[in-house]
Nanobody
Framework: QVQLVESGGGLVQAGGSLRLSCEAS????????MAWYRQHPGKQRELVAR???????DYADSVKGRCTISRDNPKNMVFLQMDKLNVEDTAAYFC?????????WGQGISVTVSS
């Protein structure tokens, strides 16, 4: 199955920035949608941003204007630039990708924003 490996998380002060990266491997099929989700403790996983292969983009209202999603199709990578972070952005962030074989999740990466 497709493996997705996230990187770039960590601890940042409020108002700071982080850039998350996700690299997909193990697939012979084209990756269609790539997305970032996040999950706060005790809550359902929610969409942060997604980008189709043709670069069509959608953002959650909670991050619109503060985040930028992009992808590098030849490298099978997706990125999430997060700026003006606040404590409410603290969560586990998950990379997600789809192919004709279905959808696949990364293991998740922690983002902690301190006040």
């Amino acid at each position: 199955q497709v493996q997705l490996v996230e990187s770039g998380g960590g601890l940042v002060q409020a108002g700071g920035s982080l850039r998350l990266s996700c690299e997909a491997s193990g697939t012979l099929f084209s990756i269609e949608t790539m997305a970032w989700y996040r999950q706060h403790p005790g809550k359902q996983r929610e969409l942060v941003a997604r980008i189709a292969r043709n670069k069509r983009i959608d953002y959650a209202d909670s991050v619109k204007g503060r985040c930028t999603i992009s992808r590098d199709n030849p490298k099978n990578m997706v990125f999430l630039q997060m700026d003006k972070l606040n404590v409410e952005d603290t969560a586990a962030y998950f990379c997600y990708a789809t192919t004709v074989k279905g959808g696949f999740w990364g293991q998740g990466i922690s983002v902690t924003v301190s006040s």
